[in-house]
């Protein structure tokens, strides 16, 4: 057994109080990391605090602090402390307030321990049971009296049930918890998990040995007194293992990690040897989505091969994918959560499940296929072992029998049968597109209640990923997958001509210009923004493409702006010259006008602008406090300069599109990347972040954290992630001199 590195573990604290042995890890000579051996120390995002702890092979930790700030909504944020771990989707929450009941008057944070000025120490201990016990320890000051009512042990999906969702409590998981007083003035809680094998422990032990900070239990409340605390927080469940910064990227982009310390280290704590992780709190687990899309921007720095970043993602999406009908996963359910989900439909038993709810993840994959195993020498080379590999790993018996061929093909044949019907002729029918699943009000990256306002018909699938999937198959097929399908190759190339130039209109939203500017003027008047309306800048008419169709409240189309334009630009070369023309002067009006006119402001390209929506609730639904708002998020700006990147490239090919020879447009499109990128310059502090929001002062558009404004009315607070995978991708995403 090694030696331990801290033996700040219950055992140690039943003996001692704060007596903690530190060996220094760097001096064990175990630096799987490099020099990144811990993360940055400290990212902030007020009046969040993260904080990272990563050795790359044992322990992979994130620590969330929370206190109130003086401009808190003190209704919505109070002190809080979380640990995430990748491992089973784990992690513990515990809710302190001040024991005088004054919201606002309790401040907690963490210290650094003296002896390594760091915030974090690692908890290891192998040779307790089948599995080693690992996790965190660090030092909470909690500034005044202060009481713990409500902690969650286990899942992270049960911490976001009670954090996202209207406070739910399992009592089943909840009375698990054991509370216990130790020798020293500490406590210890701890929970079995719901498999009878893995145990969440979260200790607490005063530093001090006057014994004024002695803790105390009260009916299941742990009370503390001022003071500094040692907290420890571990659990004995499997550990994934990490891919270091050096493994994630290829030979060609090592030189990133010097160069971009946080985004490549941030990379490297969201990759494992099965699976990327989609961000750092809330989703530190397998999303088939956000895998997919970070994949597709970042592939020109991903590592290749066996053991690689890409065959990582394609790997995971294939052991996850529906053999019954072809879905590929959107969310897994794992550890301790997939128990108490499997025991809700009384099934004892521990076994993962896959959430298949949304529409887009299937189409992602055949994209990612071709750009690997088509597009590049070393995926064609590995494509035949890679392929008879088994899918067995994530579900071993519902998959049994089956290869990554096989998975794959499963999930083509549902692309291509369900896209057949709009391509036949005389097809092109509403009724024949892509809808939402029966009963889901979600079902693409919008994936919030208002996300796409209702529609059953969402404007990216449609217009882009099918087609996009098509182009993808016939490309494989050309190249020899899918043998059983011989004539793919030229059926899917035929059905995506099909859905390339035949989707959009269903879409299209033409607002003229006297109609515009009243719309605008009363979207600002009407719900009383802070902001000018800018209508005077409107001298056409103006076109976009709504978020989806057959909306709430009779919406045919949902009239709201939008930057979901960037799905085409990025995934399709299309050639309807007239149509591809039109398409990017509306995408870069969009990008080149301020909102509310356009999507542009000084925190970035917002995602919806709902003020030409004519209909109260559009400025209601989408508002800068909801998830899919008027906020703006990191990938589609990574997306969206690709995507004009993509096309104006077309303009140095032998085949150039016609708007290549239309100097207004292409010059407006010229002028709309460049502006694009000004705005992802001014805003590099947050572009690492899931999605954020604005707050207007003395006249602009200043960044301001989704989680600390109240939510809209009947929906759940949303806490961004201070890491999302596909925020990322501005590692590969980089402005392209030659177009300024
Ligand atoms: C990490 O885990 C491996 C395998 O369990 C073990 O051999 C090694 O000692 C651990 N590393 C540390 C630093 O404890
Ligand atoms: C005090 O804070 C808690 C959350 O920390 C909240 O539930 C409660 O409503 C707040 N009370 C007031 C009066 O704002
Ligand atoms: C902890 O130490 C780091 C240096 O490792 C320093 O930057 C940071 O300010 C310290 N934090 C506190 C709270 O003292
Ligand atoms: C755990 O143990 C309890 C009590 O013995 C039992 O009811 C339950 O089915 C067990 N759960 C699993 C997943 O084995
Ligand atoms: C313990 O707390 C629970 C709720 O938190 C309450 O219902 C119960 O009455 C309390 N018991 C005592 C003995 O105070
Ligand atoms: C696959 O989808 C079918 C419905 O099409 C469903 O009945 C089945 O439970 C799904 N499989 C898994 C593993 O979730
Ligand atoms: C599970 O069993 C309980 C008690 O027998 C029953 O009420 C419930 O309907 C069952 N749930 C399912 C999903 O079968
Ligand atoms: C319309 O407004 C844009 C700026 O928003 C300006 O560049 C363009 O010249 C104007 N066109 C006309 C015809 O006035
Ligand atoms: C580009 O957009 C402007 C403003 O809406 C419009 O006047 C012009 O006709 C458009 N050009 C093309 C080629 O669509
Ligand atoms: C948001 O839209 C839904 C559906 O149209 C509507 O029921 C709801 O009232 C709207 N919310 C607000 C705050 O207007
Ligand atoms: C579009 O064409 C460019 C070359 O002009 C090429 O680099 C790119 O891969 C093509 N994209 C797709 C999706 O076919
Ligand atoms: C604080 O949050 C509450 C709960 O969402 C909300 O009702 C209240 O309006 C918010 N206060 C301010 C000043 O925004």
Excluded at 121 to 131: A, D, L, W
Excluded at 531 to 548: A, E, Q
Aim: aromatic share 10%; proline share 6%; with cysteine.
């Amino acid at each position: 057994m090694m030696r331990q590195w801290v033996k700040a573990t219950l055992a140690a604290l039943l003996l001692s109080s704060f007596d903690i042995a530190v060996a220094s890890p760097q001096a064990e000579g175990l630096k799987p990391c490099g020099d990144a051996f811990y993360l940055p120390s400290k990212l902030s995002d007020p009046p969040y605090e993260n904080y990272f702890y990563s050795d790359c092979r044992n322990i992979s930790s994130q620590v969330v602090v929370t206190s109130p700030q003086p401009d808190s909504n003190l209704t919505i944020i109070g002190p809080r402390l979380l640990v995430a771990w990748p491992a089973g989707n784990s992690g513990v929450l515990a809710y302190l307030q001040p024991t005088n009941g004054k919201n606002g008057s309790l401040g907690i944070g963490l210290e650094n321990f003296t002896s390594i000025q760091q915030p974090l120490m690692p908890i290891y201990e192998s040779g307790v049971g089948k599995n080693p016990v690992v996790g965190v320890s660090g030092l909470l000051r909690v500034n005044s009296s202060a009481r713990m009512d409500i902690a969650i042990l286990g899942s992270i999906r049960t911490i976001r049930d009670f954090t996202e969702g209207p406070s739910i409590l399992v009592p089943k998981i909840q009375d698990a918890i054991k509370y216990t007083e130790i020798r020293g003035g500490g406590v210890v809680l701890d929970r079995l998990w719901l498999d009878n094998v893995t145990t969440t422990t979260l200790s607490f032990s005063p530093t001090s040995k006057s014994g004024n900070d002695r803790m105390r239990i009260d009916n299941r409340t742990v009370f503390f007194n001022p003071g500094t605390y040692v907290f420890n927080a571990s659990f004995n469940y499997p550990q994934l293992e990490q891919l270091t910064r050096q493994e994630v990227l290829n030979p060609a982009s090592q030189s990133l990690i010097s160069q971009n310390v946080d985004q490549t280290t941030s990379l490297s704590f969201l990759s494992y040897t099965n699976k990327l992780l989609a961000g750092a709190w809330r989703f530190l687990t397998y999303f088939g989505r956000d895998s997919m899309i970070a994949t597709l921007l970042l592939q020109p720095v991903l590592s290749t091969g066996e053991g690689g970043a890409i065959e990582a993602v394609i790997g995971a999406a294939l052991q996850r994918v529906n053999r019954t009908d072809g879905s590929v996963c959107h969310e897994e359910t794992i550890g301790d959560y997939a128990t108490y989900l499997n025991k809700q439909m009384n099934i004892t038993s521990t076994m993962n499940q896959c959430d298949y709810k949304m529409i887009d993840s299937d189409y992602y994959l055949p994209v990612l296929m071709n750009n690997y195993f088509v597009a590049t020498s070393i995926g064609k080379q590995r494509a035949k072992s890679f392929l008879s590999s088994p899918a067995t790993a994530y579900f071993p018996t519902i998959n049994k029998g089956l290869t990554y061929a096989d998975t794959a093909r499963i999930t083509a044949e549902k692309i291509m049968n369900t896209s057949a019907p709009f391509a036949a002729s005389g097809g092109q029918t509403k009724g024949n597109l892509v809808h939402l699943k029966e009963g889901q009000i979600v079902g693409q990256w919008r994936d919030s209640t208002y996300g796409i306002g209702g529609g059953r018909i969402p404007y990216d699938v449609n217009t882009a990923l099918v087609p996009a999937a098509l182009r993808a198959i016939a490309s494989l097929s050309e190249a020899g997958f899918f043998p059983e399908h011989p004539t793919w190759k030229d059926d899917a190339a035929r059905y995506a001509k099909v859905w390339e130039d035949n989707t959009l209109h269903f879409f299209e939203v033409d607002v003229p210009v006297s109609q515009a500017k009243s719309l605008v003027q009363n979207y600002v008047s009407g719900s009383k923004l802070p902001f000018p309306s800018d209508s005077s800048l409107i001298n056409g008419t103006v076109k976009f493409h709504g978020l989806s169709l057959e909306g709430n409240n009779g919406q045919s189309v949902v009239r709201v702006m939008n930057s979901d334009d960037c799905f085409r630009h990025f995934l399709l070369n299309t050639t309807n010259d007239d149509q591809l023309s039109a398409f990017l002067n509306q995408t870069a009006e969009h990008i080149l006008n301020p909102f509310p006119v356009g999507l542009s402001t000084d925190v970035g390209m917002l995602i919806a602008n709902p003020a030409y929506g004519d209909n109260p609730v559009y400025a209601a639904n989408w508002t800068n406090n909801a998830y899919h708002g008027t906020v703006v998020w990191g990938w589609p700006l990574a997306m969206m300069a690709a995507g004009l990147e993509r096309q104006l490239e077309r303009c140095s090919s032998s085949s150039k599109p016609a708007f290549c020879g239309d100097s207004t447009v292409f010059n407006k499109v010229k002028g709309a990347y460049n502006h694009l990128w000004d705005l992802i310059d001014a805003n590099s502090n947050q572009l690492s972040q899931e999605v954020w929001s604005w707050q207007y002062r003395d006249g602009k558009f200043e960044q301001f954290a989704l989680g600390s404004l109240p939510p809209p009315p009947g929906q759940s607070p949303t806490e961004s992630d201070i890491r999302q995978l596909w925020s990322l991708t501005f590692l590969s995403v980089k402005r392209n001199e030659g177009l300024k």
